[in-house]
């Protein structure tokens, strides 16, 4: 279908990621990942064992050649060429938790920070410039203004990490560190192997994060305002992992080996696969699952392959999940029809058009017949479907969102776009361009029809407040969680459409040929851009407390959240998690629910995971699966709520844990909000505190008549000051 392939190509420009499948190498041998766990203690030669396991697996004379990569800085494992019965034969060594294929992933302001209550003035902790950011993406192009390291002291003290330094890229105060990875070798012609950003996502996502404050960031003017990350002052370390042609498991633990050991405080990582994996088959997961060991929160982008549910990829446990949401500042483009009439479409359009009026043409009308092409093609714009002499100065309609380098190439001034697609968010052309709905299209195609000069003009982009936000964008992935359907997830929410921030100076807005515009920020949407927001509010929280535990942090972030409208999200928490971050709140949150690295070892029992496998992932051999710590999903100290049956009514009991980090001497009272069809008894009702640090306990019952899709209520902890909301969902996605 002309229009699925066109909105793939377009997706591309977003930047979303999938999982395709392993590369294929010479002589039947395929590149796989060798995990074995936490990272072995004492002065054992970690490569020596690897190399002596390949030995075994595939002969001495092919071992040194088959090796890739060795991860031993934060945990264990090997990467390697192997074939198929090798493969077998590393996968039931002694100390293999799993073998798996390379597998390859690809691509998932001014205002929005102010829209979420973050304004410019927010209060700051000096310690926020001892927080070390590690931005796991396509690089970064240094000399932005984001990352101007002007008034920045040296790193800090706990940076263990490098810079790699050429004659094309040096580090500053602020970027202060940066890698590339690439295991085989073949970094792509199109690409600098360096970790300079050609691609222009990873620019963006670190300014998000940590950019410093850019007066008059913009868009050719669109977008303009103050730019900056959550934590202006922090410091940023790249990894870059992705390439032109994807991001690689291999690199990504290689990464997050290095990152770990590096020191940052928090790993930002808005790339993911496009189906779920088990959590030790996915290299997202394990190396979330370490830097949670090392104190470390990984925060994730929930994936663009909204809105079917459980289309989430990135959903451990030990990281944060991201949704995407917009803010109330919508871009918008009309176009002017010769009849004066004015329809609204969305597209960010930074071209200003110099004549009043362009001739109108539909492309079913102007197929190159020539090249064997009807209407039923040149309607959608295909590849060379349209005749070059009728379209070379027009503006064409066509029936569907493309991305522009047909009508381009045929010399077509701009193009209307129209269909039924959502227009929540706005794409980038190469060319004038708005997005209408079908309606408006008609309309435009009636006119095109009663007119015997039809004329129309394309208008620059401008702002409009959209009412409605905030809602979760269309294509950002949703719950429940495909592999334990009673954690909820997504986590959270934050603003991740139309996004300005930094970009690379080495591409241009859209990336496509024929596209001069080289800009030095740049609007993009996709889960892509709400994973950095999230970082950046994660990153403030821990500059305020900076012995914070990655659960705690993540729990702050999830119980301050503003809850979101289940009348704009349809799916509820599948869309948002537990709602909007609000970064000011969640430095203060009053009560947390940490997690120990013990406590995610009791659900992984209770999940199936036995011993053997338990003291590989953790490198601790007193941990073990018994009876005794056999935990229940439900008992999981989560943030958060979730009951799951196929149908029928079920009763769940969740046992909780929370820590006063508010005021010494504070109560506080349950609050439950449910709808009939759920019911949701807290005991006790009321938690004394006494202390700092003091932990209580409770429970809560739910029953459920469970729904066709999802039921929500609400469990809100408050002593007048802080009010810790978690959600309560029951869904029959069991
Ligand atoms: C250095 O970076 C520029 C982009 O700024 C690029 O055009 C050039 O090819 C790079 N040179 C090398 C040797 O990588
Ligand atoms: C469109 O017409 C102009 C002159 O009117 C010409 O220079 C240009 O090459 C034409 N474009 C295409 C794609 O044929
Ligand atoms: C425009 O006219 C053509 C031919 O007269 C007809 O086939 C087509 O349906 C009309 N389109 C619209 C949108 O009315
Ligand atoms: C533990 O689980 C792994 C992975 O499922 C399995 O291969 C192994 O045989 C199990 N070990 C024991 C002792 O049950
Ligand atoms: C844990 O036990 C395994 C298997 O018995 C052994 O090889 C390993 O050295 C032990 N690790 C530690 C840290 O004691
Ligand atoms: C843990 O509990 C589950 C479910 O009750 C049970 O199937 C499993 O055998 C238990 N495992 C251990 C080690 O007790």
Not at 141 to 155: I, L, N, Q, R
Not at 186 to 193: E, R, S, T
Not at 586 to 615: H, K, M, W
Request: net charge negative; charged share 15%; with cysteine.
């Amino acid at each position: 279908m002309a229009n699925s392939i066109s909105l793939t190509c377009l997706l591309l420009v977003v930047t979303l990621f999938f999982r395709c499948d392993a590369e294929a190498v010479d002589d039947n041998r395929k590149v796989y990942i060798v995990y074995m766990g936490d990272r072995p203690k004492g002065d054992f030669s970690v490569s020596s064992r690897h190399s002596s396991m390949l030995q075994e697996a595939v002969g001495s004379k092919r071992a040194s050649d088959s090796l890739l990569y060795t991860y031993k800085r934060s945990f264990n494992g090997f990467v390697a060429k192997l074939t198929e019965e090798e493969k077998e034969r590393l996968a039931s060594m002694d100390g293999v938790v799993s073998v798996f294929p390379n597998g390859k992933r690809e691509l998932h302001t001014t205002r929005s920070w102010d829209f979420v209550g973050f304004p410019q003035n927010a209060p700051r902790k000096a310690a926020e410039s001892d927080i070390i950011v590690g931005m796991l993406d396509t690089g970064v192009w240094p000399e932005s203004k984001s990352f101007d390291d002007t008034g920045f002291g040296p790193a800090p003290s706990k940076w263990k990490g490098t810079c790699e330094t050429s004659k094309n890229f040096t580090c500053n105060n602020k970027i202060i560190g940066a890698k590339h990875y690439r295991a085989d070798g073949q970094v792509p012609d199109v690409d600098i192997p360096s970790p300079r950003d050609s691609e222009g996502h990873g620019s963006h996502t670190a300014s998000t994060a940590a950019g410093r404050l850019v007066s008059k960031a913009s868009l050719f003017d669109l977008g303009s305002g103050t730019g900056r990350g959550g934590v202006p002052s922090a410091r940023i370390a790249v990894y870059k992992i992705c390439w032109s042609d994807g991001c690689y498991d291999s690199d990504i633990l290689a990464a997050f080996d290095d990152a770990i050991a590096d020191g940052v405080d928090i790993i930002s990582l808005s790339i993911g696969g496009s189906f779920p994996l088990n959590y030790f088959e996915d290299t997202i997961a394990i190396g979330a699952f370490h830097s949670m060991k090392h104190g470390i929160l990984t925060s994730n982008s929930a994936g663009n392959s909204g809105p079917g549910a459980s289309s989430i990829t990135n959903f451990s446990p030990w990281s944060l999940s991201v949704a995407g949401s917009v803010t109330d500042r919508k871009f918008v483009t009309n176009v002017l029809l010769g009849n004066k009439n004015v329809y609204q479409g969305v597209s960010v359009n930074t071209f200003q058009l110099h004549d009043e009026l362009y001739p109108l043409v539909y492309g079913a009308d102007v197929p190159n017949v020539a090249a064997g092409f009807d209407s039923s093609d040149s309607r959608y714009c295909i590849y060379n479907s349209l005749d070059v002499t009728k379209v070379n100065g027009t503006i064409v309609v066509c029936d569907n969102l493309n991305d522009g380098t047909t009508t381009l190439d045929a010399g077509a001034t701009g193009t209307i776009m129209q269909d039924g697609g959502n227009k929540d968010f706005a794409f980038s052309f190469p060319l004038p361009v708005s997005y209408l709905s079908t309606r408006d299209g008609t309309t435009i195609l009636n006119y095109i029809n009663s007119t015997s000069e039809p004329t129309a003009v394309i208008q620059k982009s401008t702002t409009i407040v959209d009412k409605a936000a905030p809602y979760v964008a269309s294509f950002s992935s949703r719950g429940p969680n495909p592999i334990t359907a009673d954690i909820l997830k997504p986590d959270i929410s934050a603003p991740g459409i139309d996004i300005v921030a930094a970009w690379s100076e080495a591409t241009t807005v859209t990336g496509d040929e024929g596209d001069t515009r080289v800009v030095p920020y740049n609007i993009i949407s996709g889960t892509s851009m709400s994973c950095p927001h999230a970082t950046g509010a994660a990153a403030y929280v821990k500059s305020f407390n900076p012995t914070w535990s990655p659960a705690v942090i993540k729990s702050a972030l999830m119980t301050t959240a503003t809850p979101m409208s289940t009348k704009t999200n349809i799916d509820a928490e599948f869309a948002y998690g537990s709602g909007q971050i609000n970064p000011i709140k969640a430095a203060a949150p009053g009560l947390v629910y940490d997690i120990t690295e013990a406590d995610f070892v009791s659900f992984l029992c209770g999940q199936g995971y036995n011993t053997t496998t338990l003291r590989r992932i953790t490198g601790d051999n007193s941990s073990s699966c018994t009876k005794a710590n056999n935990a229940t999903v439900w008992d999981l100290n989560y943030p958060s709520f979730a009951v799951s049956a196929k149908s029928g009514q079920v009763t769940r009991v969740f046992h909780r844990t929370v820590t006063n980090v508010g005021s010494p001497v504070s109560t506080y009272k349950a609050t439950v909000t449910a709808p009939p069809q759920l019911s949701i008894q807290v005991n006790p009702i009321t938690l004394s505190f006494k202390s700092l640090g003091q932990k209580l306990s409770f429970s809560v019952t739910v029953t459920a008549e469970i729904p066709q899709t999802i039921i929500s209520g609400s469990l809100v902890w408050d002593d007048g000051v802080h009010q810790v909301r978690s959600p309560v969902v029951a869904h029959s996605y069991a």
